[in-house]
Structures are given as structure tokens and as C-alpha cells.
């Protein structure tokens, strides 16, 4: 069973950096996208930046510039260098993979159980 597990979170103060981290394991031969979704109480979840199998990347407007994704194919790992955080970053971040490609089965998609991030001002 495919599955992702984050790491990385942690409280920073603002200006900081943060980097996050998701491994998927499974007997994975491949996934189509990773991407790292935010959610803070009372609100939708929102995707922050995603990065294709080639390599293409997109982000919310809110976090240009100062995120970068990032993508190990050979480890099926993705990661979120966040800097200039700022106290609107705070939020449990998620991590999210589709087109999973397993040694059993295709899965449409995958979520991760988050990491709270908490950005101190």
C-alpha cells in the first residue's frame, strides 16, 4: 500500500527557513505528480506547489519566490524549501502524490498525515 510520511516541521520565527520533507514507499515504480498542500482551521485546503514527474513546477502566488519544490525520483521524495516565512505561512502542510504506480495497482492518489508548521512573529 502506497503511503507518504512528512518530516520537517517545526516552529521558526519569521524570516526563517524551513525544509519539508515526504517519502512514499509502497513498492512505488512510479508517481505522476508530487505536491504539498497547506490547511489552517477553518479554511479550505489550498495547494501551495506541485512538481511533475519532469520536473515542471507551479506555486500559489502567495508563496512565489520564497518556496521552492523540489524532486528525487530515485527515492520517490519531494521536498519544500520554504524561506522568508511569514506568520500567514502557519498551517499543517500535507503532502500529496497522483498517479501512483505500484507493484500491485494503480492508485489515483495519496495523502500524507501533515506537518504542522508554525511561523512566530
Known amino acids: 500500500q502506497a503511503q507518504l510520511v512528512e518530516s520537517g516541521g517545526g516552529l521558526v520565527q519569521a524570516g526563517g527557513s524551513l525544509r519539508l520533507s515526504c517519502a512514499a514507499s509502497?513498492?512505488?515504480?512510479?508517481?505522476?505528480?508530487m505536491d504539498w498542500y497547506r490547511q489552517t482551521p477553518g479554511k479550505q485546503r489550498e495547494l501551495v506547489a506541485a512538481?511533475?514527474?519532469?520536473?515542471?513546477?507551479s506555486y500559489a502566488d502567495s508563496v512565489k519566490g520564497r518556496f521552492t519544490i523540489s524532486r528525487d525520483i530515485a527515492k520517490n521524495t519531494v521536498y519544500l524549501q520554504m524561506n522568508s516565512l511569514k506568520p500567514e505561512d502557519t498551517a499543517v502542510y500535507y503532502c500529496?502524490?497522483?498517479?501512483?504506480?505500484?507493484?500491485?495497482?494503480?492508485?489515483?492518489?495519496?495523502w500524507g498525515q501533515g506537518t504542522l508548521v508554525t511561523v512566530s512573529s
Open positions: 509502497g513498492s512505488i515504480f512510479s508517481i505522476n505528480v
Open positions: 512538481i511533475t514527474q519532469s520536473g515542471i513546477t
Open positions: 500529496h502524490a497522483t498517479g501512483v504506480v505500484t507493484i500491485r495497482r494503480y492508485v489515483d492518489e495519496v
